[in-house]
């Protein structure tokens, strides 16, 4: 094997584990705050349950009883796919990082292994994804067409208050 083979196979699966791990920190940074921890959606579940989101948005009864019921359903959801075992998780992991040790330390590189690595990570988050829309989907539903209108402002208001406070942070801490 020549000297340049070896370098390309080398940067190459430098680049593999460098998509990999940025892959994770991309998907756990779109859902995330930097500080306060929680998710859009979970400031968006706060929002909609709290005493001015139902006063901005003029909730009915039955309205703020199918929202609790939805939220509580997608809480219910996501900690059944997050698990609640912390050293199977840990565990899991663990597993996953031996993988790609594993797959850096053979003398030719396996792209399907490579692949399944990739795939493997990328399902969770697609479950993830797709719990969120569904609950989106449930609350757009819920809503009257005033309402849904109403929303979407204090939504447009919230990202834009959120994307502020982000590049100040990002100020402070660069």
């Known amino acids: 094997m020549t000297i340049s083979s070896k370098v390309s196979k080398l940067v190459l699966i430098c680049g593999l584990a460098t998509a990999t791990l940025g892959t994770g920190a991309v998907m756990a940074k779109e859902g995330m705050q930097h500080k306060q921890g929680h998710s859009v959606e979970h400031k968006q579940a706060r929002f909609l349950l709290s005493e001015r989101g139902v006063k901005k948005l003029d909730l009915t009864e039955q309205q703020q009883t199918q929202l609790k019921s939805i939220f509580a359903e997608q809480k219910a959801q996501f900690k059944a796919l997050r698990g609640t075992d912390k050293e199977a998780m840990k565990?899991?992991?663990a597993?996953?990082?031996?993988?790609?040790?594993?797959?850096l330390?053979?003398?030719t590189?396996?792209?399907a292994a490579a692949k399944e690595l990739l795939a493997q990570r990328q399902?969770?988050?697609e479950q993830f994804g797709l719990?969120?829309?569904k609950?989106?989907?449930?609350?757009?539903?819920?809503?009257n067409a005033e309402q849904r209108e109403k929303y979407q402002e204090i939504k447009k208001h919230m990202r834009?208050?959120?994307d502020k406070k982000r590049s100040r942070d990002e100020q402070t801490a660069g």
């Open 160 to 162: 834009k208050k959120g």
């Open 91 to 93: 565990q899991a992991r």
């Open 123 to 125: 399902t969770k988050g």
């Open 105 to 107: 330390d053979m003398p």
């Open 135 to 143: 609950t989106q989907h449930q609350v757009w539903q819920v809503l």
């Open 109 to 111: 590189f396996d792209e």
């Open 131 to 133: 719990i969120n829309l």
């Open 95 to 103: 597993a996953h990082k031996a993988q790609m040790q594993a797959l």
